[in-house]
């Protein structure tokens, strides 16, 4: 499922790979964006590298991307606000 339109933004469903050899967007796994971090999935430090690597692939602060469920599982979904639907679809990969 790409990009979903909320009230205050857009939220994206993620599967993420914590202590990846380097950090990346892999592209789209089913409905969820599959994405590689570098970071240990230890102490918040996976979420945070997951919060920048989104921030800086939309044009937006880190501040703007919220982890609204799955803060401790690989699959999660991200809120980032101020972003349409649309305009997270054109600004990730395919």
């Not at 939220?11 to 796994?29: C, H, N």
């Not at 994405?35 to 919060?51: L, S, Y």
Request: glycine share 8%; net charge positive.
């Amino acid at each position: 499922m790409p990009p979903e339109d909320e009230q205050r933004g857009c939220t994206i469903r993620l599967k993420v790979v914590p202590g990846s050899s380097r950090s990346a967007i892999a592209g789209w796994l089913g409905e969820r964006l599959k994405v590689r971090v570098a970071a240990p999935p230890e102490a918040g430090k996976a979420n945070e590298a997951v919060r920048r690597l989104l921030a800086e692939a939309l044009g937006v602060p880190p501040r703007q991307v919220a982890i609204i469920a799955g803060e401790s599982t690989p699959e999660k979904t991200v809120l980032i606000s101020g972003v349409s639907a649309e305009q997270a679809a054109r600004r990730l990969p395919r």
